[in-house]
């Protein structure tokens, strides 16, 4: 099938407002025109399609899902892509394609019953066994929509497990895991005995530099906020150009996950080996995902 993309001339608008030749020339078209309406949409959404699409789990592995286009009664421009009970909306205006937050001039590969349509890169088979010899060829065309899927959440008891063991922590002193990028690096919590309130320093050790952080808990260890009195920063190495940040009570919210808790601008995980194994999900998922996504 063809995809025939049409460049629409306007002609000048006879009384433009003044200034109007300082803005650029697609943007002096939808001052004067308005948007431009959708194209019809492209024979796949505009009736019940299923696409075999190369999708990402939890774990970061690919797997092979079938994926229905369901178009809007009232808009055949808009609709849903369905499998099971979850759901993509997208908005289709002849070869655009928003889905997710992919915004794509979308086209063709192959023919046959094995072609194929790129989506921003990712791959949407109308064959499953194309699917799965992708796969099997490693190949980087997965499609991406967890920021469009409610992921479930962790168990209250996990999350409450969790605060309890990293309050624990912050009051006892021990040791933390800090998720840096594809990293794990090491902190630790040393206490200040000087102090009437539960009170101590988070140190992290980075390659290039430590940060530490003074914090007391504003006399409830949980009431779910962490007061930080002195946040600074040291180089380290042989360019260590010394100390090049403080700030001084700040307060941070603890947002408490099953295992890990993000606070002070961090991701602060109880066990170095569930910071690790996060660390390769994102690696796994990166290797499967196009370069352009």
């Not at 001052?31 to 959404?45: C, K, L, Q, T």
């Not at 899927?149 to 912050?170: C, H, S, W």
């Not at 601008?265 to 660390?279: H, I, K, S």
């Given at each position: 099938?063809?995809?025939?993309?049409?460049?629409?001339?306007?002609?000048?608008?006879?009384?433009?407002?003044?200034?109007?030749?300082?803005?650029?020339?697609?943007?002096?078209?939808?001052?004067?025109?308005?948007?431009?309406?959708?194209?019809?949409?492209?024979?796949?959404?505009?009736?019940?399609t299923t696409f075999t699409l190369m999708r990402l789990g939890d774990d970061g592995a690919p797997r092979c899902e079938a994926w229905t286009t369901k178009a809007d009664g009232g808009d055949p421009n808009h609709g849903e892509l369905v499998h099971d009970k979850l759901s993509v909306p997208w908005h289709d205006a002849g070869i655009r394609l928003d889905v997710c937050d992919t915004h794509a001039l979308v086209r063709e590969d192959g023919a046959g019953a094995a072609y194929e349509l790129d989506v921003d890169g990712a791959k949407w088979f109308k064959d499953a066994r194309t699917?799965?010899?992708?796969?099997?060829?490693?190949?980087?065309?997965?499609?991406?929509?967890?920021?469009?899927?409610?992921?479930?959440?962790?168990?209250?008891?996990?999350?409450?497990?969790?605060?309890?063991?990293?309050?624990?922590?912050?009051?006892?002193?021990?040791?933390?895991?800090?998720?840096?990028?594809?990293?794990?690096?090491?902190?630790?919590?040393?206490?200040?005995?000087?102090?009437?309130?539960?009170?101590?320093?988070?140190?992290?050790?980075?390659?290039?530099?430590?940060?530490?952080?003074?914090?007391?808990?504003?006399?409830?260890?949980?009431?779910?906020?962490?007061?930080?009195?002195?946040?600074?920063?040291?180089?380290?190495?042989?360019?260590?150009?010394?100390?090049?940040?403080?700030?001084?009570?700040?307060?941070?919210?603890?947002?408490?996950?099953?295992?890990?808790?993000?606070?002070?601008?961090?991701?602060?995980?109880?066990?170095?080996?569930?910071?690790?194994?996060?660390?390769?999900?994102?690696?796994?998922?990166?290797?499967?995902?196009?370069?352009?996504?």
């Open positions: 099938m063809r995809r025939a993309l049409l460049l629409c001339l306007v002609a000048s608008v006879a009384h433009a407002d003044p200034g109007d030749s300082d803005w650029p020339k697609d943007v002096q078209l939808k001052i004067h025109d308005g948007d431009v309406p959708d194209d019809p949409p492209m024979a796949e959404f505009a009736s019940p699917c799965q010899a992708a796969i099997a060829k490693k190949r980087a065309v997965a499609t991406d929509f967890s920021s469009c899927l409610d992921q479930a959440g962790p168990a209250q008891k996990a999350i409450d497990a969790t605060r309890a063991r990293f309050v624990a922590v912050l009051q006892k002193g021990g040791a933390l895991t800090v998720r840096d990028g594809d990293a794990c690096r090491a902190a630790k919590v040393v206490l200040d005995h000087g102090t009437q309130t539960p009170s101590g320093t988070l140190t992290i050790e980075y390659p290039d530099r430590v940060r530490s952080l003074h914090y007391d808990f504003d006399n409830d260890p949980n009431a779910g906020k962490l007061d930080v009195t002195e946040d600074h920063t040291d180089s380290r190495g042989s360019d260590a150009t010394g100390r090049y940040g403080c700030v001084c009570a700040d307060e941070y919210e603890l947002h408490v996950g099953d295992g890990k808790v993000d606070t002070l601008d961090e991701t602060l995980y109880l066990d170095a080996n569930a910071c690790r194994t996060a660390a390769a999900v994102a690696v796994r998922r990166r290797s499967w995902l196009p370069t352009s996504n």
